[in-house]
């Protein structure tokens, strides 16, 4: 049997789960395309090789990735988990530097695993912009201390990772070069796999000794902090074959890659010359984004002028995915470029890791939303395996559109016969959404070309994706791309989004009544909240005229009224106006606060009869406060406001959030990109609440 050696370094790098436009595909309909909301620096430690990328839904702290190398470190080994994802970027330096989850680490039944782990953690408190040449301290050494555990398979305790119970290993004195490192642990003679400090190693021997290990595990950090680690990314996934179980197993050969490389794509492009010169009119080259005015053009649009010259190619106006290649003096069309998808391999093997990531909540392999979370290609007659793995704290069902399968267990009715059979027995009923938790995994084959299990007919794109509602809005979801291959790899469908479940209110009419009044003469009835748009109607009751007046922020009414007249205003923006009568504005006025049609009016706040003078203080109604939502959670997480006042939650991320009460007494309506929900809190207490799609959100309201 073979000895597989992997050689692993963990990486702090940054890591963004939604880099490709459109955010989400599934609600993209009439969206414009837009920039990275940021920049990041991406450093790979041993090549040195520095990019800056923009960014769209970064986490708000490195990612720590598991990243592959060759013997001794000495080169980035980088391979796709799924070389035929459509979505997966370029995982080498040139991409993203490293994947999640980390390297997939594949053997058969009897092999034995050694694993080589550096740990690279040398994290800041902070991130320093490169500019800014000073130094930062680092994390405590507890948070960069990292090991490797592995589901599934078989170890010595010395090789288990599991902190704090991983005895030191007598076959691993600490070397001269890495004694500092382990000695801030405490380690001062031999290396304990369980807590590997940030510049040591360790070498873990794993064993799939027995057809037990047959199916897909995974591997993981177990450190100290091994919860963080995990929600930053430090997982990967284990693949162990059994050459016996020629029913369900997958092998990956070069020639089952596409273009026979692990950092391949399922598309190629491709030119087809035109053969007849088509010349171009002199004003179709502005459509192609080339400047037709002499000076006219910006900097920018020079750059892709220049840029187009220089390659001879020009994007078009018609569907992305195509180009036309011009001449050097841009006078005709020469050839179109354009994608097509490859030929699909007859074996293919899809791994899926469904997880929580920090600040960001649900992910597969890292990644969020259909378009960016896995576009699996397949063709009509591939056998796919999958692997489905679950990490993090909640519970996911597995889903394809289209497609049913069962999970298949050992054979044999005594312990010894089930221990030596290959799992092809049916072990579930036939399903179509299976349900699995933290740290359990599972496998099954589906056969495209053949069966009563497959999608018929096949071609085109099926949902895959995890069927706790919460969980697909957060942008659990990816798909299963059919093809014969050959065909144009055209943008796919995209969907609209849904709209509010909270319709605006219609426009209101609000009837004050002037009274008679008392020391300081005729004023309004109380201070009133109404939403924009609405309209206050005053009607004087008394005897003798008034002259009516409104005048902050600026002066907005001034109307004399005789007895039995009224007058009307449209409030149209938002704010907070006085009004009063002209002779006693200085001691006695009344409020009118004007709140977005969303927001949440209390009963009692509305219009109010006068029974005094009004108040000479702000109004009654307290203060407003702005609580934003961003990818990173609420933004102020502590609140500090007096009783009475109202908060506002604003959601100011692509995807939909609440806000809910722990104890679910209150809760806000999902609130999609952009919209906005606010409420009072007319008592004391200390309220703590969180994002009902993401758990990880919390924050909380203190009302003194």
């Known amino acids: 049997m073979a000895t597989v050696e992997v050689w692993i370094q963990l990486e702090p790098n940054a890591w963004d789960v939604s880099p490709r436009w459109p955010v989400d595909r599934a609600t993209a309909e009439g969206a414009l395309p837009v920039a990275g909301l940021s920049q990041v620096q991406l450093t790979s430690p041993i090549t040195h090789k520095t990019r800056t990328v923009s960014v769209r839904r970064p986490l708000p702290q490195a990612a720590l990735i598991l990243r592959r190398y060759t013997a001794d470190w000495r080169q980035p080994d980088d391979r796709k988990v799924n070389p035929w994802d459509l979505n997966e970027p370029d995982p080498t330096d040139e991409g993203t530097m490293g994947t999640i989850p980390g390297p997939v680490i594949e053997c058969e039944v009897g092999d034995t695993v050694r694993v080589h782990f550096r740990n690279m953690d040398f994290r800041p408190v902070r991130v320093v912009p490169p500019w800014e040449a000073r130094e930062v301290p680092l994390l405590p050494v507890e948070l960069r201390t990292h090991s490797l555990h592995a589901h599934g398979l078989l170890y010595a305790r010395e090789h288990d990772g599991a902190y704090p119970l991983t005895p030191p290993d007598r076959g691993q004195p600490v070397e001269a070069g890495e004694a500092a490192a382990w000695a801030l642990l405490g380690v001062r003679s031999l290396k304990q796999g369980d807590r590997v400090p940030p510049g040591a190693t ?9 057809g037990t290990s047959a199916g897909v595990w995974h591997y993981h950090d177990h450190s100290i902090a091994h919860e963080l680690s995990m929600g930053l990314g430090a997982i990967g996934i284990i693949v162990v074959r059994n050459p016996d179980d020629q029913e369900n197993e997958v092998e990956i050969t070069p020639a089952r890659l596409p273009d026979g490389s692990w950092t391949g794509s399922p598309v190629e492009s491709r030119s087809s010359d035109l053969g007849d010169r088509l010349r171009i009119m002199p004003h179709d080259l502005g459509l192609l984004g080339v400047p037709t005015v002499e000076g006219a053009a910006s900097r920018f649009e020079e750059g892709i ?49 469904f997880h929580e990531m920090a600040g960001v909540g649900m992910c597969i392999n890292g990644r969020q939303h259909l378009g960016n979370a896995p576009t699996l290609v397949a063709g009509p007659k591939t056998r796919m395996r999958f692997g489905i793995v679950g990490a993090g704290d909640a519970f996911h069902t597995f889903h394809i559109h289209g497609h049913r399968w069962v999970v298949p267990g050992p054979a044999g009715k005594t312990q010894a016969a089930i221990a030596k059979s290959p799992q092809v027995q049916a072990a579930t009923p036939f399903e179509d959404a299976h349900v699995f938790g933290p740290a359990s995994s599972f496998a099954f084959t589906l056969e495209e070309g053949e069966g009563m299990m497959r999608a018929d007919p096949a071609i085109g794109e099926w949902h895959l994706h995890c069927h706790v509602g919460h969980h697909m809005m957060e942008g659990m979801v990816g ?13 796919l469908p995209i969907g609209r989004g849904v709209p509010d479940g909270e319709p605006a209110p219609e426009p209101e009419t609000h009837t004050i009544n002037l009274i008679d009044g008392r020391r300081y003469g005729p004023i309004a009835g109380g201070d009133i909240k109404i939403h924009q748009g609405d309209t206050v109607i005053w009607v004087n009751t008394m005897k003798n005229a008034i002259e009516l007046h409104g005048d902050q922020p600026t002066k907005w009414l001034t109307a004399p009224l005789k007895p039995g007249e009224s007058v009307s205003y449209t409030f149209n923006s938002l704010g907070k106006f006085r009004w009063g009568h002209a002779a006693s504005l200085g001691t006695a006025y009344a409020w009118i606060e004007v709140v977005p049609p969303s927001h949440y009016i209390a009963p009692g706040s509305g219009t109010g009869a006068a029974t005094g003078p009004a108040p000479a203080a702000p109004p009654a109604g ?50 999609t990109s952009g919209k906005s929900f606010a409420r009072p809190f007319p008592s004391a207490g200390t309220f703590a609440y969180h994002c009902h799609i993401h758990h990880e959100m919390t924050a909380t309201v203190v009302v003194a």
């Open 202 to 210: 360790f070498t873990y021997t794993w064993e799939a000794r027995w």
């Open 305 to 353: 002028r220049d840029a187009a010259m220089d390659a001879g190619i020009l994007p078009p106006p018609g569907p992305p995915g195509m180009a036309l290649e011009l001449d050097p003096d841009l006078g005709y069309v020469k050839a179109l470029d354009y994608d097509t998808y490859r030929k699909p391999p007859d074996q293919a093997r899809f791994l899926l890791l």
């Open 479 to 491: 798909s299963l791309l059919i093809v014969e291959g050959g065909e144009l790899a055209l943008p």
């Open 622 to 671: 307290g203060t407003t406060h702005q609580v934003a939502i961003t990818s990173t959670g609420f933004a102020p997480s502590t609140l500090s406001i007096s009783a009475g006042d109202s908060v506002n939650w604003t959601n100011q991320d692509y995807s939909a959030h609440t806000a809910t009460a722990d104890d679910h007494s209150w809760a806000t309506p999902t609130l």
